[in-house]
């Protein structure tokens, strides 16, 4: 038997590949590597945000400001500076997956702290988060620093930074890896032999730090990263390292690479310093154009990204029952009450079993009456007979059991064997009597003292009339 090797795996001609084909590509599993935190070229070419509008000078200010805020918060909250880079690096992966305008900043931040407290074994509680965040944000109005009230506002902000942390384990499909070049740097430096020149080792660090501010973590390996900051260190104290060869050859990193990480990490000390408030009402702007382009979109068509793609987001209004042409149906919801359910599945559980039969309606549609004199029977109402089924009651002239063969009109018994009557019709005016009568017999004191209701009455003629709705005739 041949053996095919497809993808470094041997498999047999013709068996079935497990997975689901999603477009050229099929998945069958998950995989958490460190490869998996490095994004692709087309996903940071166009972020989520700048498809919805935002521009691009504004979403770096929002990179660069809640980064801040996590280091800040961090500081305040003694954490390892670990700790810290590892939520930057959070922060900078979740809105490569989400926008700045739908999901709020200083949120995602307070949930990237706490998350990155719990990875790297230095859990912090939301509270201590979320007063530390208030502290930073009456700092930067320059305002007199007051606990925070723990009243209605501060458990809803709770709640918030709660439903974000899952937010962001979701988007991130809870590969929280992160590599550090911060034991690369030293390792490195130790290479080439210049671990013992100080201000090069803590030149290479700041610049390090710095760069968690800026994407190069999501673009490059650490160990890239790690060579960058030592080529920018080296530079700017004017440090000779060995090029011939070139030393970053060494460990597996190339020259346009290293430029590229030095020109982002340069360019982030060019930007020029805009409150966050000020970015935050430039995302309130996008967010409301943005609304009204929905809008407007849902009564005239379907909605178009920036790059012309239509989005397959409904409108509001769409409803897959208001089509004419549509396969299924719209269920009509039962109005009836739930005794009326019950006594309809009964009677139709007792038909399908051949207990009982037609009633009395369906019968005179089959059978003409065979003298004029006759006249249809009288249908009682739906009054519960207290008698078990085969007792013995009083009626007409004697004792009589209530059996099936002679109160064919009775729909069926419950399971306490209580008798259910059809409705009551109103009889026509040369109606006669019922064949069977019950009396009422008792009196107030032996029906346990309710009034006493009488559900046939004798007339002047000896007639007696139907039980009326609802009487229910006493043991």
């Not at 805020?69 to 490569?96: C, E, K, N, S």
């Not at 590969?175 to 030293?186: A, G, Q």
């Not at 007696?464 to 609802?470: D, Q």
Request: charged share 25%; with cysteine; hydrophobic share 35%.
């Amino acid at each position: 038997m041949e053996f095919i090797k497809a993808a470094g795996q041997l498999r047999i001609p013709g068996e079935a590949e497990e997975g689901i084909l999603i477009g050229f590509k099929r998945y069958s599993g998950v995989l958490l590597t460190l490869d998996n935190c490095l994004l692709p070229d087309e996903r940071l070419s166009r972020s989520p945000s700048a498809e919805q509008g935002l521009p691009m000078d504004v979403e770096e200010q929002l990179r660069k400001q809640g980064c801040e805020l996590i280091q800040a918060a961090g500081i305040l909250l003694r954490l390892p500076q670990v700790a810290m880079a590892t939520g930057q690096i959070l922060f900078q992966r979740f809105f490569y997956c989400k926008s700045f305008i739908r999901h709020c900043v200083e949120n995602v931040a307070m949930a990237c702290v706490h998350l990155a407290s719990k990875i790297e074994e230095e859990p912090r509680r939301v509270r201590d988060v979320i007063n530390v965040f208030h502290r930073l944000k009456q700092d930067r109005k320059c305002g007199v620093p007051a606990p925070l009230p723990l009243d209605g506002s501060y458990v809803n902000m709770k709640n918030q930074v709660i439903v974000a942390e899952r937010r962001v384990l979701k988007e991130l499909g809870f590969c929280v890896h992160v590599k550090h070049p911060h034991k690369i740097i030293v390792m490195y430096l130790q290479v080439l032999e210049c671990e013992k020149n100080t201000q090069l080792v803590q030149t290479a660090w700041n610049y390090m730090n710095d760069s968690l501010r800026t994407d190069v973590f999501l673009r490059f390996s650490a160990e890239t990263v790690a060579c960058a900051c030592i080529y920018l260190a080296a530079r700017s104290l004017q440090i000779p390292l060995p090029d011939s060869p070139p030393w970053f050859l060494l460990f597996g990193a190339t020259e346009e690479d290293l430029k590229g990480i030095c020109c982002r990490v340069l360019r982030l000390y060019l930007l020029p310093s805009m409150p966050l408030s000020a970015l935050q009402g430039r995302v309130a702007e996008c967010r409301r154009a943005l609304d009204a382009t929905r809008a407007k979109s849902a009564l005239t068509g379907p909605l178009l990204l920036a790059n012309g793609t239509p989005t397959l987001e409904p409108p509001s209004s769409f409803s897959p029952a208001s089509k004419p042409s549509s396969p299924h149906t719209v269920k009509q919801v039962s109005r009836d009450s739930p005794q009326s359910q019950a006594a309809l599945k009964d009677a139709r559980r007792n038909l399908a079993n051949g207990k009982i039969r037609l009633s009395h309606s369906d019968e005179r549609r089959e059978v003409p009456p065979k003298s004029p004199s006759h006249s249809p029977k009288r249908r009682y109402g739906r009054s519960v007979c207290k008698y078990p089924a085969g007792a013995n009651v009083s009626g007409g002239g004697g004792q009589q059991s209530l059996t099936h063969s002679n109160l064919p009109h009775l729909l069926s018994t419950d399971a306490a064997g209580v008798w259910l009557l059809p409705p009551t019709r109103s009889p026509p005016s040369d109606a006669r009597s019922s064949p069977v009568t019950i009396r009422e017999r008792g009196s107030e004191r032996e029906r346990g003292g309710v009034g006493e209701r009488e559900s046939g009455r004798g007339r002047e003629d000896g007639r007696t009339e139907s039980p009326r709705i609802g009487d229910s005739v006493g043991q």
